[in-house]
């Protein structure tokens, strides 16, 4: 597959998989973005515009971005930095896990007892985890985990996701086919 920015207006800000804590440079400089009532920046038009086109390319260069933009490739390549900072939005390489060797994918419900952040943060700390949600409804943590075969899914599920202290029970979703996977949904 190819390089595709994703973007993501609800990003931990201090995920230390970005390496960085965008709490402190939320709205430095003169931007004209500016932070919406939840914490989260507020984007404005031209800031979404770029997420598209990094969307359609994450490789795009900036002097393109601003013909289609209408800004300066300077300015957009402060907006980018910016957005990256913030946490809104990462640009990275998406692959197709059979092609890179994850042969087993699977989205795993999770019913905890007490608290979750716990739990959760004992998940996400996991290599094989890629997504963990929590969740109003039938399970209080939803979990997605891509695996290189049935028996390293197998290890991961039983001997340590349920050995997490709080985790009452849990459901696996094996995926047979993947149909869709799609990152644009950010600036709709």
Same mark, same amino acid.
């Given at each position: 597959?190819?390089?595709e920015a994703v973007a993501s207006r609800s990003a ?22 500016? &932070? ?40 957009? &390549? ?10 809104v939005m990462q640009i990275v390489a998406v692959t ?65 996701? &349920? ?11 094996v995926y047979l086919k993947l149909k869709k996977q ?5 600036? &709709?």
């Amino acid at each position: 597959m190819h390089s595709e920015a994703v973007a993501s207006r609800s990003a931990d800000p201090s995920d230390p998989r970005t390496g960085k804590d965008s709490v402190s440079s939320r709205n430095s400089g003169g931007s004209r973005e500016s &932070r919406s009532g939840n914490g989260s920046p507020q984007l404005d038009a031209v800031s979404l515009a770029i997420i598209e086109q990094l969307q359609e390319d994450g490789r795009r260069p900036y002097a393109a971005i601003g013909k289609a933009v209408g800004l300066s490739e300077a300015a957009v &390549r402060q907006r980018v930095q910016k957005l990256l900072d913030q946490g809104v939005m990462q640009i990275v390489a998406v692959t197709d896990p059979l092609t890179v060797g994850f042969r087993r994918q699977a989205m795993v419900g999770i019913n905890v007892e007490g608290d979750l952040d716990p739990v959760a943060e004992e998940l996400t700390a996991m290599s094989e985890v890629e997504y963990v949600v929590m969740t109003a409804g039938s399970f209080d943590l939803l979990v997605e985990i891509v695996c290189e075969d049935d028996d390293h899914l197998l290890d991961v599920i039983n001997k340590r996701i &349920r050995a997490i202290p709080g985790v009452r029970s849990t459901e696996s979703f094996v995926y047979l086919k993947l149909k869709k996977q799609t990152y644009m949904w950010g600036t &709709r």
